[in-house]
C-alpha cells in the first residue's frame, strides 16, 4: 500500500504528527519525532512513555498521521490503526539504538528509552494536493 | 490511495525496460567498483604495520575512493569505555577529542558493536533538545549536560562502523554529512567490509605496537635487573669483602694476640692465663740454660742486621727442636736460651726429653752454625706461674733448680751437654755419661757435672743384650744394617723424639734389630728353613721400625699413664695402629699396612687367633721382649734377660710346641749356657 516514493517522508528529518482520539471521543495531537517504515502496510511509532497518545490507541486503535518529506516538504495522510507492540527484534532494535544515540548526544539516555515498537497497519495512505 | 495502473505502452515499456536496465548496469558498475575499492583498501591497509599509516590510508579512502568528505577514526581505550578521536579527514582540529563509548551515534555502535547509519541526527537531536527544554522546564529531575561530540556541529547523516576484532573494540570508524540521508544501505555495507580490514589492521598495528612495547618494557626490565643484579653482585661482593676483610683482620688480630700471649706462656696455659684462673703450682722439671761461646767476639766484626739474623736463625732452629721435646722456651738473653721440660703440667720424661733436646741441639749446631754451644741442664722441684709486673708477666718458674742449671750451663765445654749430678741416675740406663771435671760452683759448692754423650748402642746395654748371646756374638752387625736402613729409608722420621714421648728409646731399632737376627738364625737351620725363606728381610725390619710411628699423634700422658684398664689399653693400641696406619699412607709405606695389622692382633689376642704369617710371629716375639728388657724408670725395674725369655715362653702366645720361634728367640739372646725350659704355663725353670 505504501509507495516507494513516501519512504523519505518517515526518515525522521521533519516531525510528523498523530492524530488519536480516546474511547470518549476526546481528540488529541501530538508531533512525534519519527513514524518508521515497516513495510508496505505497516509503520511503527516509538513508545517511550505513557502519554495520552499511547493511552488513547490502547482504547481506540484508530489513528491518522501526516509525514512529512523533509526535502520537498510534500506531506502524506496516514489512517492507520494499532496492531501490536514489539519488545525485541530487529525493528525494536534498529528503533532503539536511534533513539539511544540520539538521546545520547542531548544528555537524556536514561528519560529516552524506547520501551516497545508499536506496530500499526496501515489502512489508508493520500498525499496531500499542496506541498507545506 | 493509488489509482489501478493503466495497461503501459509497448513503446513505455522498453523504455521502462530500458531504464531498468541502464539501472542494472549502473548498480553493476557501482558494485564492481566497490569490489575494487575494498581490495585496493584492504591490500593497502594489510601491508602495513604502522598504525598511522593504516588510519591515513583507511580515512584517504574515504574521500579519495568513496567520496565521503567527513570521516573520523576514534580508538578505543583498553577498557572499552572511551573512544579517542586518532584520525580525522574534513574537520579543523578535531583529533584528540574523546567521547565515552555509548555516547552518541559513534559511541552507541561501539558499544552495541553495530552498524549505525541514521540520516536525521541533526532533527532528531532538535527535536529531543525539544523534549529535554519541556523536560527541565517541567522540573522532572537532574538530567545529564549534552554532550560535546566531535565532528560536524549538525551533522545530520552519521554512519559509524564499530570496528571490532576478535570481540575487541578496536574503535569506530564515522563518516557523517550535513545532508539528511546522507548514507545509503550500499555505503553502509561497504564501510562495514572497509570497516573490517581497518579494524584488522589497526588491531595487527596495536598487536605489533604492543609487542614492541611489551619489547621495550621487557627490556627496560630486563636493563634494570641486569642493573640490579649488577648491584647486587657488586654490594654481595663489597660486602663479602668487608666481611672477608674484617675476618682476616679478626683472624691476623686473633693470630697476633695468640702469638703475643705464646710470648708470656706456654700455649696449654693461655685459656686458664686468660680467665686469670693460673695459680702458681710447685712442678718437678728440668730446666736447660744454652749459651753461645764467644758470640760477642764472633759477632764484633758483623753488621748488626746479619747479628741479628744469624742469632734469629739458631733461635728458630733451637725452638724447632726444644718443641719437638716438648720443651718451652722460656726467655733468651742475648744469645742465651732458658727452656724449661716439664711444663705447665706433670711429665715423667722431662729430664731424657731435655738432654735429647740438647743433643740434637749439639748436632744441629755443629753442622750449621760457626760456634760453639755450652748447655747446662738440671731437673728438680721448681714453682711455676705468671711472674712480673701485670703489664709485662710471663710465665716463670723459681727455684734453687734453675740457678744450679745456669751455673752448670757455665762450666759446660763448648759442645758438650754439662747435666747436673743428680740427673744421672735417670740418665744412665740410655745415656753414655763422662764425669766433668770437679768445679767451684757460686753458691753450690763443688761440682762434678755430667756430659751427656749419646744414647747408649743397643750392644752396650747389658740388661738388654747379653754380650754371651748368640745375638752378641753374631749378629751385632745388624744393629748397624738397621741403622743405615733407618737413615736411607726412614730419613724423614726422627724416630729418637718419636721415642721419647714414652721413653721407649731405641725401642724400634733394637726390635728390628731382633727380629732380622732371628729369621738369620732360623735361615740357617735347615729343618725348618722352608718357612722362614718366605719372609722379606727388608720388609720385617721395615715393619719393625714403623710399627708404632703414630705415636707422635697420641697424648704422652696416655702413653706412660700406667694405670689404664683393659678397655683403655685396648683403645689405646687401636689409636696407636690407627696413627701408624696413617703414617705409613703418609710415607708411601702402604705395604706394611697387613703385617703391622696383623702384628697388632696378635698382640691384642695374645696370638690365640688362629695362625699367623712367620714375620708376625718374629715381630711379636722381639717387640715383647724389648718391652719387657728395655730400661724403664716409671715403669717399674725391667726384666732381667733369662727372666724376661722365660715370661715369654710362659705366655700364651709363646708356648712350646705351638710357637717355635718363640723357644728359638730364648735361644738368640739368652747368656751362654744358661738353660731356659719352659714346661708348662706356671712351671718355668730357669738356671
Avoid at chain 2, 529531575?141 to 545530520?156: I, K, R
Avoid at chain 2, 563518516?175 to 546522507?182: L, Q
Avoid at chain 2, 734469629?312 to 727442636?321: L, P, Q, R, T, Y
Wanted: proline share 4%; hydrophobic share 45%.
Amino acid at each position: 500500500m505504501l509507495p516507494d516514493e513516501i519512504k523519505p517522508a518517515m526518515l525522521g528529518i521533519v516531525p510528523s504528527t498523530i492524530v488519536t482520539c480516546s474511547l470518549a471521543g476526546v481528540p488529541n495531537v501530538t508531533e512525534i519525532s519519527q513514524v518508521w517504515y515497516v513495510d508496505e502496510d505497516h509503520v511503527a511509532l516509538s513508545h517511550q512513555f505513557f502519554n495520552k497518545t499511547h493511552r488513547n490507541v490502547r482504547e481506540n486503535p484508530f489513528a491518522a498521521v501526516i509525514v512529512r518529506d523533509g526535502r520537498t516538504f510534500q506531506e502524506w495522510y496516514l489512517e492507520i490503526q494499532y496492531d501490536h507492540s514489539e519488545e525485541s527484534g530487529p525493528l525494536f532494535d534498529k528503533m532503539d539504538i536511534e533513539l539511544e544515540a540520539i538521546a545520547s548526544m542531548t544528555g537524556m539516555s536514561g528519560v529516552f528509552k524506547l520501551r516497545a515498537a508499536d506496530v500499526y497497519r496501515v489502512l489508508s495512505v493520500r498525499k496531500s494536493k499542496s506541498r507545506g | 490511495m493509488a489509482a489501478p495502473p493503466a495497461e503501459p505502452s509497448i513503446r513505455d515499456q522498453m523504455v521502462d525496460n530500458q531504464k531498468v536496465i541502464d539501472s542494472l548496469n549502473n548498480k553493476l558498475a557501482r558494485k564492481s567498483d566497490e569490489v575494487r575499492i575494498i581490495q585496493q583498501i584492504s591490500s593497502e591497509i594489510s601491508s602495513t604495520l604502522d598504525l598511522d599509516r593504516i588510519l591515513a590510508i583507511s580515512l584517504d579512502a574515504m574521500e579519495a575512493v568513496l567520496g565521503f568528505r567527513h570521516s573520523m577514526i576514534l580508538l578505543a581505550s583498553a577498557d572499552e569505555r572511551t573512544l579517542k578521536v586518532a584520525a580525522s579527514r574534513g574537520y579543523d582540529g578535531n583529533t584528540g577529542a574523546e567521547i565515552a563509548v555509548g555516547q552518541g551515534v559513534l559511541g552507541v555502535a561501539a558499544r552495541r558493536r553495530q552498524v549505525l547509519r541514521m540520516g536525521n541526527v541533526a532533527s532528531q537531536r532538535a527535536y529531543l533538545a525539544g523534549v529535554r527544554a519541556r523536560t527541565e522546564a517541567a522540573g522532572a529531575g537532574t538530567l545529564a549536560p549534552v554532550a560535546e561530540m566531535p565532528g560536524l556541529a549538525n551533522a545530520q547523516s552519521q554512519l559509524a562502523i564499530p570496528l571490532v576484532v576478535k570481540n575487541r573494540l578496536v574503535g569506530v570508524l564515522g563518516v557523517e554529512s550535513e545532508r539528511a540521508s546522507g548514507f545509503d544501505e550500499l555505503d553502509e555495507m561497504l564501510l562495514s567490509i572497509v570497516g573490517n580490514q581497518i579494524a584488522t589492521g589497526i588491531d595487527n598495528a596495536q598487536m605489533h605496537l604492543n609487542a614492541i612495547e611489551h619489547s621495550r618494557k621487557l627490556d627496560a626490565v630486563n636493563a634494570e635487573l641486569l642493573h640490579l643484579n649488577q648491584a647486587l653482585e657488586a654490594g654481595v661482593a663489597a660486602r663479602t669483602a668487608e666481611l672477608s676483610s674484617a675476618l682476616d683482620q679478626v683472624s691476623r688480630e686473633k693470630d697476633l694476640s695468640e702469638s703475643l700471649l705464646r710470648r708470656m706462656a706456654p700455649s696449654e696455659v693461655i685459656p686458664l692465663m686468660l680467665e686469670d684462673k693460673l695459680v702458681a703450682r710447685r712442678l718437678d722439671v728440668t730446666v736447660m740454660f744454652t749459651d753461645i761461646v764467644d758470640f760477642t767476639a764472633y759477632s764484633a766484626g758483623m753488621e748488626p742486621d746479619e747479628v741479628f739474623s744469624q742469632l734469629n736463625d739458631f733461635f728458630s732452629a733451637a725452638g724447632d727442636i726444644i718443641g719437638r721435646y716438648r720443651g718451652y722456651i722460656n726467655k733468651t738473653n742475648g744469645d742465651g736460651i732458658m727452656a724449661l721440660f716439664g711444663v705447665p703440667f706433670e711429665s715423667v720424661t722431662h729430664c731424657t726429653d731435655a738432654v735429647l733436646a740438647a743433643l740434637a741441639m749439639q748436632r744441629e749446631i755443629g753442622s750449621h752454625f760457626p760456634w760453639g754451644m755450652r748447655v747446662g741442664i738440671n731437673s728438680g722441684v721448681v714453682t711455676a706461674g705468671m711472674l712480673g709486673p701485670p703489664d709485662k708477666s710471663l710465665y716463670d718458674v723459681l727455684g734453687e733448680a734453675v740457678n744450679i742449671a745456669s751455673r752448670v750451663e757455665a762450666l759446660c765445654p763448648p759442645g758438650a751437654v754439662a747435666v747436673a749430678p743428680q740427673g744421672g741416675e735417670v740418665l744412665k740406663p740410655w745415656f753414655r755419661l763422662d764425669v766433668l771435671p770437679e768445679q767451684d760452683v757460686k753458691g753450690v759448692g763443688r761440682l762434678a757435672s755430667l756430659n751427656a754423650l749419646g744414647l747408649k748402642p743397643i750392644a752396650e746395654d747389658g740388661r738388654r743384650v747379653d754380650p754371651t748371646s748368640q745375638f752378641a756374638a753374631r749378629y751385632l752387625p745388624v744393629v748397624e744394617e738397621v741403622d743405615a736402613a733407618k737413615r736411607e729409608r726412614f730419613g724423614m722420621i726422627d724416630f729418637v723424639s718419636l721415642q721419647a714421648r714414652d721413653l721407649a728409646l731405641q725401642h724400634n731399632e733394637a726390635v728390628a734389630a731382633y727380629a732380622v737376627a732371628l729369621l738369620r738364625m732360623l735361615r740357617a737351620d735347615d729343618a725348618v728353613a722352608a718357612r722362614w725363606q718366605a719372609v722379606d728381610e727388608a720388609e720385617l725390619m721395615a715393619a719393625a721400625l714403623l710399627h708404632d710411628a703414630g705415636k707422635h699423634a697420641i697424648e704422652p700422658a696416655r702413653l706412660n699413664n700406667r694405670n689404664l684398664d683393659v678397655a683403655g689399653r685396648d683403645s689405646l693400641r687401636r689409636d696407636l695402629l690407627e696413627g701408624t696406619l696413617r703414617t705409613l699412607a703418609k710415607i708411601g709405606a702402604e705395604s706394611l699396612e697387613t703385617l703391622i695389622t696383623d702384628l697388632y692382633r696378635f698382640e691384642a689376642t695374645r696370638g690365640a687367633e688362629g695362625q699367623f704369617d712367620a714375620a708376625v710371629e718374629l715381630l711379636a716375639v722381639a717387640d715383647i721382649y724389648d718391652a719387657l728388657t728395655a730400661p724403664k724408670i716409671y715403669k717399674g725395674s725391667p726384666w732381667r734377660i733369662v727372666g724376661a725369655l722365660a715370661e715369654l715362653m710362659r705366655l700364651p702366645y709363646g708356648q712350646t710346641g705351638r710357637r717355635p720361634v718363640f723357644a728359638a728367640f730364648a735361644e738368640l739372646m739368652k747368656p751362654a749356657g744358661a738353660a731356659i725350659i719352659a714346661r708348662a704355663k706356671q712351671d718355668v725353670l730357669i738356671r
